[in-house]
Nanobody, 126 residues
């Protein structure tokens, strides 16, 4: 049975780092698009980063660009989000998501993902 299980969240001080992991058992990462999303308290869910194997593209939100890095280990069916120089505004529940890749040229951050994991809490605070 396919499932997405996110882990690695926690409490970190501003400027610190965290590495989130998504166990994408049952998903052939080479055939899917994988995304990381977050939802802050009182706010709508927003895209953070995604990778589409169809065309090898990777996207980051403006806030994540330069600080976060998405990576995959296809042999282990794992997706990672390395987050550096964390800021209080990065606080939220982080979700990994998977779906068939979007059409060529479309940003996978705006894709309506069908499969979602349960989320992991990231809190950036002193």
């Amino acid at each position: 049975q396919s499932q997405l299980v996110a882990s690695g969240g926690g409490l970190v001080q501003p400027g610190g780092s965290l590495r989130l992991a998504c166990d994408a058992s049952g998903f052939t990462l080479g055939a899917f698009a994988i995304g990381w999303f977050r939802q802050a308290p009182g706010k709508e869910r927003e895209g953070v980063s995604c990778h589409s194997r169809r065309d090898g593209t990777t996207y980051y939100s403006v806030g994540a660009q330069g600080r976060f890095t998405i990576s995959t280990d296809n042999d282990k069916n794992m997706v990672y989000l390395q987050m550096n120089n964390l800021k209080p505004e990065d606080t939220g529940v982080y979700y990994c998501a998977a779906d068939i890749p979007p059409p060529l040229g479309r940003n996978c951050l705006s894709w309506p993902y069908e499969f979602w994991g349960q989320g992991t809490q990231v809190t950036v605070s002193l």
